[in-house]
T-cell receptor, first 115, second 114 residues
């Protein structure tokens, strides 16, 4: 069964450094998402991406964050100048050609620790 | 702003018991509601998706209902098994004003005791 994959599974970085989290969505999906989950808290929507551009973003997704689909398979989340409070689990998800109705499929997540 | 609440926060039941998990949301203008399962340190696995026009969905031992007007959904698990132990999350997608901005509840942590 097709699945969303994410790399790395864990990342430790120093405060102020840039990180890039990578995702490979399910191949025929058209909508891509990033979510984060701070330890013990709710899963929070960050951004959705469709047709090579951001379709929606939350208040959390400020200028520190950016997303990109550099080729036909990868979908990346870049966090510039990381802060301690960026430590969280980051999930990528994808859905099919009717983003409203289709089930979202999540990757296993990248656990980011900022020291 | 949509708020999603899940009760109880944690639940421990003996194997074989039927159980109900609750999800409530404050804004009934939703497009759909999705139930997920999350295992410790892992990603989310979709269990059931209910469109706003539907009242329930079933998959195996799972049955999810939706009462949009009252802002409630329930996930019914029949004949629970130890492998059902996980955190169960509900998430709602709004009908308008940013329909990609899915809002999650914090989850119900379920433990099924053999």
């Amino acid at each position: 069964e097709p699945e969303v994959t994410q790399t790395p599974s864990h990342q430790v970085t120093q405060m102020g450094q840039e990180v890039i989290l990578r995702c490979v969505p399910i191949s025929n999906h058209l909508y891509f998402y990033w979510y984060r989950q701070i330890l013990g808290q709710k899963v929070e929507f960050l951004v959705s991406f469709y047709n090579n551009e951001i379709s929606e973003k939350s208040e959390i997704f400020d200028d520190q964050f950016s997303v990109e689909r550099p080729d036909g398979s990868n979908f990346t989340l870049k966090i510039r100048s990381t802060k301690l409070e960026d430590s969280a689990m980051y999930f990528c998800a994808s859905s099919g050609d009717s983003g409203r109705q289709e089930t979202q499929y999540f990757g296993p997540g990248t656990r980011l620790l900022v020291l | 702003k949509q708020e999603v609440t899940q009760i109880p926060a944690a639940l421990s039941v003996p194997e074989g018991e039927n159980l109900v998990l609750n999800c409530s949301f404050t804004d009934s203008a939703i497009y759909n509601l999705q139930w997920f399962r999350q295992d410790p340190g892992k990603g989310l696995t979709s269990l059931l998706l209910i469109q706003s026009s539907q009242r329930e969905q079933t998959s195996g031992r799972l049955n999810a209902s939706l009462d949009k007007s009252s802002g409630r959904s329930t996930l019914y698990i029949a004949a629970s098994q130890p492998g059902d132990s996980a955190t169960y999350l509900c998430a709602v997608r709004p009908r308008s004003g940013g329909y990609q901005k899915v809002t999650f509840g914090i989850g119900t942590k379920l433990q099924v005791i053999p």
